[in-house]
């Protein structure tokens, strides 16, 4: 009786263990992988693993959990690099997430964060662009930082926010005035917006219960609101106020901003009291002090940047002089490189040792280009302000300097082009580290039945697609890649093509399968969607577009933005796709679309693509005039998939009257019109979607098709407007 006692209480301890320990909460796991793979799956990250792991039970590093579900995700300064994954918002339980001081960025963050978050740190990062939408729902949250990214928009309102109690926007590329839903954030005590390019006034703060606030070197004006003069440490140096506030209470702390450890050092761990940056590199920690003094210390400031600038165009001159002696010529004869691409000027530091991992002195231009990239340091601000023009994006032109920076600069190298230590050198790719499988070229004959016309199934930019069953009854669409256009060493290019694509991981792009490098073939097989194309379902002519509801129209989209969303925002570096069109929208026994011909469209030359008639229908204004591709023009092709959707028609239709071929020159004319928009609605649907929905896909068209690329909006936003379509709509949370 004692020994089934015994074996009882063990069992209990075991259940209530296992209750603690036990499998990680599927959709947590799943982001986590997603999270891991952008990240470039680091090793630093021990335990990690990009698939079938189970953060919870084997102690992820950085990771803690409450029972299956996990709570935070703290990662700070472990040297990371790539960018946050797209489905974080499945991480409904996680209350902190601190990936600050690595390098993630080089996109925007994207919109998909986890929803209920209490503490958001993405400070010192590489982050690029917009805000996401999604941070305007966190109800939760009270702490954000944001600070030393390179992030230009706000697209947040501020609303729902009024549990924030601190937020840290500074050292950013901010501009226009502050939103007027700052006023809604009645918790706020702590807000850092020093160091943008923020305009108007102040006044939305005024209500605020700061205790601390920093808006210097900005380009606010009007006057600082007498209510905001009583707030314990302000400083507002740097800006154009009309009036002053008493002098701070108490000086802002130095700061303290750790250097970045290696990937394989200890993480260094984040503190939950510490406060976001405080006013580094702004001079005097407040705006005031007597005039005569602020007067006497800018000419101070001028003219010692005057004498820097002076002796720095002296020491050039006096250099090539002394060039000009030794070698017998002139480096000015050289048409085509500068003193310092042709690497006839040593290096030589010009700033302290704090920032001389990150500037050259070779030109202080480059080095203040480079400052303004990698987060600048004081040392060379009196440099930069008169070297750079007023948006910090170029050097004046009126620089008596003769030096042009190359376009790309790599600190650690010798900048002589001819030397062979500078030549890249080709590295191959480890086969085993591809994850796809390498067939062989008889598995595939063998399957496709020696290419035969039976199984030809299309033929795309870059090479015929066959339909391939394999002996165990798999069934494949192998594309046979035709590389024509490309010069040199096919084989090779191939092989790295291979390794981009394995890379890529998304449930709404096409999943490679495997791939045959042998006997001079190069063949990619992927899995064989029997629904075809978007384009073959809309557009023969033997009625199959009458299967496409609505719900399912909206659906495609959906799927196919996000698919953009993570090539764009997700991959680092970013991936343009340069070929979207509706016979690159594969779907699937359920109508999901899964993207073709995606990670290798960089890598073939870009007229190849623009002189595709295929392609005439999708290309951007800009794209027909210079053959150039950007994220702009992939979301021109979108917005024109997006019209195909709506209308049925053919992105260009030659068999049309000349003023209807194009579609988008016939139909962006008639978006906003609510009885043409009726009228233009593909006649296969019968009347069949819900008049707002059908408003707002088109309201979502007119955005991506607009003529000037600067005008169109990031992929992220037009998965937002079209989640909030559906959600709107009705349609069903499985589309959200």
Request: hydrophobic fraction near 35%; proline fraction near 6%.
């Amino acid at each position: 009786m004692a020994l089934g006692a015994a074996g009882v209480a063990a069992l209990l301890l075991a259940t209530v263990f296992t209750g603690v320990t036990g499998d990680t909460n599927s959709d947590d796991v799943t982001a986590l992988s997603t999270f891991y793979t952008a990240l470039n799956s680091p090793s630093q990250l021990t335990n990690w693993v990009p698939q079938n792991g189970d953060p919870c039970g084997q102690s992820w590093l950085g990771v803690t959990c409450s029972g299956s579900r996990v709570i935070t995700i703290k990662v700070p300064g472990m040297g990371l690099n790539g960018t946050l994954g797209y489905n974080m918002n499945l991480l409904t339980e996680l209350s902190e997430l601190d990936a600050s001081n690595n390098n993630l960025g080089g996109s925007d963050i994207p919109y998909n964060l986890p929803p209920n978050l209490e503490r958001l740190n993405l400070e010192k990062n590489n982050f690029i662009g917009t805000l996401p939408y999604s941070i305007s729902k966190m109800a939760t949250l009270n702490y954000l930082n944001l600070g030393h990214n390179q992030l230009s928009d706000i697209n947040v309102v501020f609303n729902q926010l009024t549990n924030l109690t601190t937020l840290d926007f500074s050292y950013n590329s901010f501009s226009g005035t502050l939103p007027e839903s700052f006023s809604n954030m009645t918790s706020l005590s702590t807000l850092y917006l020093q160091n943008n390019q923020f305009t108007g006034t102040i006044d939305v703060l005024t209500d605020l219960p700061l205790t601390d606030l920093n808006v210097a070197n900005n380009q606010f004006s009007g006057s600082i609101p007498d209510k905001m003069k009583s707030i314990s440490n302000l400083q507002t140096s740097g800006n154009s106020f009309s009036n002053s506030p008493a002098p701070a209470a108490t000086a802002p702390p130095s700061d303290t901003r750790p250097s970045r450890p290696s990937p394989s050092g200890s993480p260094s761990q984040s503190n939950h009291n510490s406060s976001p940056s405080r006013g580094r590199d702004t001079g005097n920690g407040g705006s005031g002090g007597k005039s005569s003094k602020v007067t006497s210390a800018a000419v101070a400031g001028i003219v010692i940047s005057l004498v820097v600038v002076g002796a720095l165009v002296g020491f050039f001159l006096i250099k090539r002089k002394s060039m000009r002696h030794q070698q017998g010529g002139d480096p000015e004869k050289n048409e085509h490189l500068s003193p310092l691409a042709s690497g006839k000027i040593k290096r030589k530091s010009i700033v302290t040792s704090t920032s001389k991992k990150i500037y050259s002195a070779h030109h202080p231009g480059v080095a203040c280009l480079s400052c303004l990239n990698n987060g600048c340091c004081s040392e060379l601000r009196p440099i930069c302000s008169i070297l750079l023009s007023p948006t910090g994006k170029e050097l004046k032109k009126n620089v008596s300097m003769n030096l042009k920076p190359p376009s790309k600069i790599e600190l650690h190298k010798s900048f002589n082009e001819n030397d062979p230590t500078n030549k890249p050198v080709a590295k191959k790719v480890n086969l085993s580290s591809i994850r796809a499988t390498a067939y062989t070229v008889t598995d595939l004959q063998v399957a496709t039945e020696s290419f035969s016309a039976y199984n030809l199934v299309g033929e795309g930019s870059f090479g015929r697609v066959y339909r391939a069953q394999l002996s165990d009854q798999k069934v494949l669409a192998v594309k046979k890649i035709n590389f024509s256009a490309i010069p040199d060493h096919p084989s090779d290019f191939f092989i790295k093509l291979v390794a981009n694509i394995a890379k890529l991981n998304h449930p709404n792009l096409s999943e490679l399968d495997g791939y045959c490098s042998e006997h001079g073939q190069c063949l990619l097989a992927y899995e064989f969607y029997k629904n075809g194309s978007l384009h073959d379902i809309l557009h023969l002519s033997d009625g199959n577009s009458r299967s496409l509801s609505w719900n399912s129209r909206v659906k495609i989209a959906l799927g196919s933005a996000r698919a953009l969303e993570y090539l764009h925002e997700t991959c680092s570096p970013s991936i343009i796709h340069k070929n979207f069109k509706s016979s690159n929208i594969l779907l699937d026994d359920e109508l999901n679309p899964h993207i073709s011909d995606c990670g290798f469209a960089d890598l073939i030359p870009n007229q190849e693509l623009q002189e595709s008639d295929d392609n005439s229908g999708y290309r951007a204004p800009e794209v027909t005039m210079s053959g150039q591709y950007s994220q702009k023009s992939d979301v021109y092709s979108f917005g024109v998939v997006m019209l195909e959707l709506l209308t049925g028609r053919k992105a260009f239709d030659s068999s049309q009257p000349r003023s209807q071929q194009s579609l988008v020159r016939w139909a962006t004319l008639q978006l906003h019109d609510i009885d043409s928009l009726d009228q233009m609605v593909d006649p296969a649907l019968e009347g069949l979607y819900p008049a707002k929905s059908l408003s707002r896909f088109a309201d979502a068209i007119a955005l991506c098709v607009q003529p000037e690329p600067e005008f169109r909006p990031p992929m992220s936003e037009v998965v937002q407007s079209l989640v909030r379509l559906v959600q709107r709509s009705s349609m069903g949370a499985g589309l959200a």
